[in-house]
């Protein structure tokens, strides 16, 4: 068995019909030297059954694991990976055609040590049913324009679905009508304004991370030390990683042109949020610095992105003085108390909904809470 020059890593948890659509998309890569490593996280939906149907469509390897989370299970396929190079996406994520060889021709043309951070868009590929999520009139005009059986299940608070793996399967011509974007774009944008494509000069690069569409050399990341499998539940763990990176000298590119396209889905954005909370508290034990202060500030404060890095720029130009170590010292002591108040704030609200009485024929599970 020949070695690939690519290692994609991709941790898969109870996504299975996201996962399919995100399977049929790999079937299109026009760069073929990669393989394609999924880490099953202990599923308990279908997940099992969509692999099996793809095994031998894609060059694909299966790892299972007991559910251990995300961390736990990248480092499971970095262990695995043979490939020089290393892109990491999700188990949502749709990959245009040219989607690998943009990342690995950006890298094997770049000197040096960099991470290459693609661009990405949010994919309506539901609709309806309990998801709260506001979606644009005129793509919900064009879906029903397009299919008007639906608008019979739609008006009965049903999902329905706008993208399949078979329309994935005969190309990609409708996903551009159901795209929009992302408020990861907004975010990164703010940083692409000031400093360019190349944002290694922001103090605020590693911010930028995410393992839903991210490339870099597996030397790197195995010099690095991988995921820190301390981080549990929902964020933050692909920016730590992208944080030591940078200090050991990455440097760092916003990639437009590596596209891919997150399909929007159900969350519990109560419990992601209050995972992201502790994670921030961990983050910042491990890292008790300017830098990873001044994020937890732009999260919790009006502090915008562009204007943290500017401090941060001023304070690294100024040097050691008696003014930046004090700053320093206040901006962890703040970051500190915002993250303690909102895990106590969280906790509380959590500690109150088990207090409440169910409303009849519903109930709340301990793991939502």
């Known amino acids: 068995m020949s070695t690939p020059r690519v290692s994609v890593i ?20 026009r760069f073929s030297d990669y393989e394609l490593i999924i880490i099953d996280d202990g599923s308990t939906d279908s997940t099992p059954e969509v692999l099996r149907k793809y095994s031998d469509r894609l060059p694909m390897r299966c790892i299972n694991s007991d559910h251990r989370g995300r961390s736990f299970a990248r480092n499971r396929g970095l262990e695995a990976a043979r490939g020089s190079i290393v892109i990491f996406a999700d188990d949502d994520r749709v990959v245009p055609p040219d989607f690998s060889s943009t990342h690995v021709t950006a890298l094997e043309t770049s000197p040096g040590p960099w991470v290459m951070l693609g661009w990405d868009y949010d994919l309506l590929v539901e609709f309806g049913g309990t998801d709260k999520t506001i979606s644009p009139a005129p793509i919900v005009a064009r879906l029903l324009k397009e299919r008007p059986q639906l608008a019979t299940q739609l008006s009965l608070g049903r999902r329905v679905q706008a993208i399949d793996a078979a329309d994935i399967d005969s190309g990609f011509s409708r996903i551009p009508h159901f795209l929009v974007p992302s408020i990861w774009q907004s975010f990164v944008g703010s940083i692409v304004e000031v400093y360019g ?4 000069d922001c103090p605020l690069a590693w911010a930028c991370g995410y393992t839903g ?20 539940g929902w964020g933050l763990e692909d920016t730590e990683l992208l944080y030591r990176l ?8 916003v990639l437009k042109e590596a596209v891919n396209f997150h399909q929007t889905h159900p969350r519990d954005l109560a419990s992601q949020k209050w995972e992201w909370v502790r994670n921030a508290k961990t983050f910042l034990a491990r890292h008790e ?19 943290a890095c500017r401090i941060l720029a001023e304070a690294r130009a100024a040097g050691e003085t008696p003014l930046v170590q004090a700053y320093r010292r206040l901006l962890i002591s703040q970051a500190q108390q915002l993250a303690t108040l909102a895990d106590m704030s969280m906790a509380g609200d959590a500690a109150a909904a ?4 169910a409303a009849a024929g519903s109930q709340t599970p301990l793991s939502k809470l």
């Open 246 to 253: 940078v200090k050991a000298g990455a440097r760092t590119r």
């Open 354 to 357: 088990l207090r409440r009485p």
């Open 213 to 232: 569409n991210m490339a870099t050399r597996r030397e790197l990341l195995e010099r690095t030390g991988g995921f820190d499998e301390t981080f549990t």
């Open 289 to 307: 610095s300017m830098d990873v202060a001044m994020l937890i500030q732009v999260y919790f404060t009006n502090t915008s992105l562009p204007d």
């Open 197 to 200: 494509d190349d944002i290694s």
């Open 10 to 29: 991709v941790p898969t948890y109870n996504k299975a019909r996201y996962l399919e659509l995100s399977l049929a998309s790999w079937r299109h890569q």
